[in-house]
């Protein structure tokens, strides 16, 4: 009797095939599982910057080169042309108001003052001879006047006499009438008399003020040549210390060149250039300062020009007293301020920002063994710190290096490179 062989149901070859292919789906999944994790990348913590975020004051401030300068400049440019006679003073030199500091030579000007006053001279010899000239005709007038006022009061009393006479039947009427006429001929002729005399005062007043009026504006003119002649003397305006002197004798000077500047001595101040991004940020009375010497010194800001050239252009004045020894043409390295000194959560400037735009960092875990990306938010900043608004707290350890190729990456693992 035969016995049916029961036939297996997991081969050698079947077990063999079934493990192959649950491998491979172990090896599948593992890459899947492992690829859709976050990248991970091996770093030498030396490579790297690992800093703590502290909580302190902080300050938004910029800073900038400033450039010591008096407290006022005066500009000499000459008023006059003409040939360098003299230098009187050396470049440097301390000046008083008033102290002559070049004397120009200009022949022309010379000349013209020279025929101005001549022409003064005449003008007044002219007017004294048409005064003297008036005053004889007015007295030959007056001279003339009299006679008639004398005629006039014979011709008066004779017609008076002569209206009794007649009325008395003692003379004929044709010497009565005689005497009348040459009365009242003599009234007329008075009065003619006396308005001619009038008219003729009112016109020599006139003459005599248009002459004085022609004489006055020539003396104003000759004022003005003699000014332009003391001109010529180029005179310090202020007390202070002459530079940039340039003039030599001999070298002819137009007018209007510049040859130099005064500079006053009793005060300094700090010019500098803003970038103009920050040109909606500044305002008189802004804060900066500075250290020397181991001291610091405040600043404020004065006059903000509205000119913009290669930035923003401020002049700042100290408060107190300025530093001992500090000298015209230094620079200084100013602080300043764009906000008042407030408390916050600081973060150290450092390249990671170039990578993250201030939305994440890498964030050390305790044990120092990772470094993973944390969702940030920064607020304002000065040259050494970040604020943090959001995503980080006192005592927490970032990374504030450049993330230069790690940008892509999820986690840092922090491993010392093996000797």
Known sequence: MDVPIQKKTWTLRKLLLSGGVILVLALLAASYFSTAGPSKLNVDPERITISEVTKGSFQEFIPIDGTVMPIKTIYLDATEGGTVKSVLVEDGATLTPGQPIIQLA???????????????????NNLQNTRNL?????????????????????????????????EQKVISKQEFTESQNNYQYQVRKRLLTQQTLKQDSAAMRQQINQMQESVGRMQSNLALMHKKMDDLTIKAPVAGRITSLNAEIGESISRGQRIGQVDMLNGLKVRANIDEYYISRIFPGQKGEFTLDGKRYELSVKKIYTQINKGLQVDMEFVGVAPQGIRRGQTLQVRLALSDQTRAVLVPKGGFNQKTGGNWIFKVNESGTKAYKADIRLGRQNPEYYEVLEGLKPGDKVVTSSYEGYEDMGELVLKEKQE
């Open 134 to 166: 008036m005053q004889q005709n007015r007295i030959q007038q007056l001279n003339q006047f009299a006679d008639v006022e004398y005629r006039l009061k014979e011709a008066k009393r004779i017609y008076e006499l002569n209206k009794t006479l007649y």
């Open 106 to 124: 200009n022949t022309d000007l010379q000349l013209e003052m020279v025929n101005r006053e001549t022409a003064v001279f005449d003008l007044m």
